[in-house]
C-alpha cells in the first residue's frame, strides 16, 4: 500500500452549498483543472437544509477555506451571512460565489458574466449596441440584463409569463441605464415586427428541459432574422425546441452548456486569482460537455 498524496495537510478546500447537489458537475470540473495544474485544492459539495445555512458558511468561515459556490435555492438567501457583496452581485441579487479575503468572505455572481464569456466566445462579439430580448424574468433573467445593460446593448426587452414580474424586473435593474428596457407579456412579443427588431434572443426559463423537450416559449409559427443570435440557457437536451426553431431560419444558436461551465471558470479564476490558460479551459469544456451530455 502506498499513501495517497492527492489531500494533505496542506490541502485548501473550496466548497458548494445548495440543496440538492448531487448531480452538480463542479466537483468534477474544478478538482480536474486542479488536478492537471497541480494546485493543492479541494472542491466539494456540500447539500445543506434552509434551516443550516447560517452555522454552515460560519463553519466554513471558521475553517477558513479558500471559498465557495452557492447554487439553488440559496444564491439569494446566503447575502444575509457574508461580510460584503460585489456592486454586480448586489444589482443581480444574488450571489454563486464566495471568496475568503483574508477571513472575510466577499459574495460575487459569475453567472452573468459566465453568460458574457459563452456569448463572446461562440460569437465573437459582446452585447454592444444589440437589441436584447429576454424570455422570463427569474434570477438568470435579471443576471442577464445586468450583463447586457453593461455590455451597451442599445435595448433591453424582458418578457414574461407573468408580466408584473417583468416590469418589476426592469425597475430593479435601470438605475443608471442608459439604453431602451421594457419589460411585457409573452404575447407582447408575439408582434412580429417587434419580434423581428431583436438582434440576441434569450430565454432564460426552464421551459423545454428534459423530459419537457416539446415545450416552448415561442409559437412554432414564430419568424427569425437569419442573424438573430437565439441562445437557450438550459443545458439538457444540448439542443431544445427553440433552438430547433431557430436553426430552420439559419439563427446562431447556443445552449446553457457554456454559461455553467464558464462560470464555474471565472469562480476559479477568482478564487486562485490567476486567468487559466487558454488551452486548460478548452480541454476542461470539452471534458464537461462530455460529462454533460452522458449525464439525461
Ligand atoms: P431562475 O431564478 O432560475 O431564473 P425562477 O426565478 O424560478 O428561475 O424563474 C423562472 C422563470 O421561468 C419565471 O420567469 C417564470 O415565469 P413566471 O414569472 O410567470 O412564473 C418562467 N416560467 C417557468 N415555467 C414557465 C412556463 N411553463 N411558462 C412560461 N414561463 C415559465
Known amino acids: 500500500m502506498e499513501l495517497d498524496g492527492r489531500v494533505t495537510g496542506r490541502t485548501q478546500l473550496i466548497g458548494l452549498l445548495g440543496n440538492p447537489v448531487e448531480h452538480s458537475v463542479s466537483p468534477q470540473l474544478h478538482n480536474t483543472i486542479s488536478r492537471y495544474l497541480q494546485k493543492d485544492l479541494l472542491y466539494m459539495a456540500f447539500k445543506v437544509e434552509k434551516d443550516n445555512l447560517g452555522d454552515a458558511v460560519k463553519g ?28 454586480d452581485a448586489a444589482r443581480i441579487g444574488a450571489v454563486n460565489t464566495v471568496k475568503n479575503v483574508g477571513g472575510k468572505l466577499l459574495g460575487s455572481n459569475t453567472d452573468a458574466d459566465g453568460f458574457a464569456r459563452s456569448f463572446q466566445k461562440q460569437t465573437g462579439s459582446d452585447m454592444r449596441g444589440k437589441r436584447v430580448l429576454l424570455l422570463g424574468a427569474g434570477g438568470a433573467a435579471r443576471a442577464i440584463a445586468v450583463k447586457a445593460i453593461a455590455e451597451g446593448a442599445s435595448a433591453v426587452y424582458v418578457a414574461n409569463r407573468t408580466e408584473t414580474k417583468a416590469v418589476e424586473l426592469v425597475e430593479a435593474v435601470q438605475r443608471g441605464a442608459s439604453c431602451e428596457l421594457h419589460g411585457c407579456s409573452l404575447e407582447e412579443i408575439r408582434d412580429r415586427d417587434l419580434f423581428l427588431s431583436m438582434d440576441v434572443i434569450v430565454n432564460t426559463t426552464s421551459v423545454g428541459t428534459y423530459p419537457k423537450v416539446q415545450e416552448c416559449l415561442l409559437e412554432a409559427s414564430t419568424v427569425f432574422r437569419s442573424d438573430q443570435v ?65 449525464a439525461d
Open 60 to 87: 466554513l468561515k471558521a475553517l477558513n477555506v479558500l471559498g465557495f459556490n452557492v447554487t439553488i435555492p440559496y444564491k439569494r438567501d446566503i447575502m444575509a451571512y457574508l461580510d460584503d457583496i460585489s456592486e
Open 230 to 294: 437565439v441562445v437557450d440557457i438550459i443545458a439538457n437536451p444540448a439542443v431544445t425546441r427553440l433552438m430547433e426553431l431557430a436553426r430552420s431560419y439559419g439563427c446562431t444558436t447556443q445552449n446553457g452548456l457554456g454559461m455553467l461551465f464558464y462560470q464555474g471558470i471565472l469562480a476559479y479564476e477568482a478564487w486562485t486569482e490567476e486567468r487559466l490558460p487558454e488551452d486548460v479551459v478548452e480541454m476542461a469544456f470539452k471534458a464537461f460537455q462530455n460529462v454533460l451530455n452522458k
